[in-house]
């Protein structure tokens, strides 16, 4: 079965950095593109970031242009999101999803999704 189980949230002030894991198994990692998402209360879930199977293309929202980096390690079939200069809005759930190919910006696009881990930027 479709594994994605993330990891390294927490609280953090804001400015800080976090690094999030997301640890795949159960399929092929090396074929998929990858995404970040994040939803917080009340909201719909948002994308983030997402980063194709040989790490060639990476794209990201606005709100976290030139803050955050996605990249992955294939052999250890994992994917992770550096979050720098963090603000409190960006305190969130964090999942984890796997592209099925379609328009990488919409949730409907990725097939399996993670449990998520917790954000969150406050002083």
């Known amino acids: 079965e479709v594994q994605l189980v993330e990891s390294g949230g927490g609280l953090v002030q804001p400015g800080g950095s976090l690094r999030l894991s997301c640890a795949a198994s159960?399929?092929?990692?090396?074929?998929?593109?990858m995404g970040w998402f994040r939803q917080a209360p009340g909201k719909e879930r948002e994308f983030v970031a997402t980063?194709?199977?040989?790490?060639?293309?990476?794209y990201y929202a606005d709100l976290v242009k030139g803050r955050f980096t996605i990249s992955r390690d294939n052999a250890k079939n994992t994917v992770y999101l550096q979050m720098n200069s963090l603000k409190p809005e960006d305190t969130a759930v964090y999942y984890c999803?796997?592209?099925?190919?379609?328009?990488?910006?919409?949730?409907?696009?990725?097939?399996?999704w993670g449990q998520g881990t917790q954000v969150t930027v406050s002083s």
């Open positions: 999803g796997r592209s099925d190919g379609g328009t990488y910006y919409y949730s409907r696009s990725y097939d399996y």
């Open positions: 980063i194709n199977w040989s790490s060639s293309r990476t």
């Open positions: 159960g399929f092929t990692f090396s074929t998929y593109g």
